[in-house]
Structure formats: C-alpha cells, structure tokens
C-alpha cells in the first residue's frame, strides 16, 4: 500500500508538479483498457496487470503505476491520458 505521506515530497517526472492518487473511477477505465489488451504507457507497451493503485500528475495528463506500494515514476512508464479509444 502506498504511503500517502510520500506526496508531499514526490512529483511527476515530466512536468515536476504535484501528484494525486487516482480516484476510483479511472482506476476502473485503466483496468477496463488493461482486460481489452489495449492498455500501453508511453513507450507504447502493453499493460496487462490489474491495477489497484495509480498516481496522476495536476494536469490529469499523467498516470503513474503504483506496485507493491512504490511508485514507478519513470516517464516512458507513464499511462498518457485521456486513453485514445
């Protein structure tokens, strides 16, 4: 599980503003995206996993992997959004 305390110290890799954690609901179209196999991150590779956590920078352009509660802040690891599709 993510440590929420980390967010006041982390920032999104490309822009270097603030991150939030991914509300439910685009938690739900990520994974949606990931069943159908259309799921890629911005090295244009296929996400398979189920996702149970995600950070998304302020621009909501953003949306970074959370595994094992620690974020992948990479940016070709990045799921560019809105998903196209």
Known sequence: MFDYKL???LCCPE???K??????ALLATLNQ???AGTLKNAA????SETLT???VNEAG??????RD???VLLADEAILLPLEG
């Open 53 to 55: 956590e995600a950070l």
């Open 69 to 71: 509660g620690i974020p």
């Open 7 to 9: 967010l006041d110290i």
């Open 19 to 24: 991150l939030r954690m991914a509300d439910d």
């Open 61 to 66: 352009s953003r949306a970074y992997i959370v």
């Open 15 to 17: 822009t270097r503003g």
């Open 33 to 35: 995206a990931s069943a």
């Open 44 to 47: 244009g590779e296929k996400i």
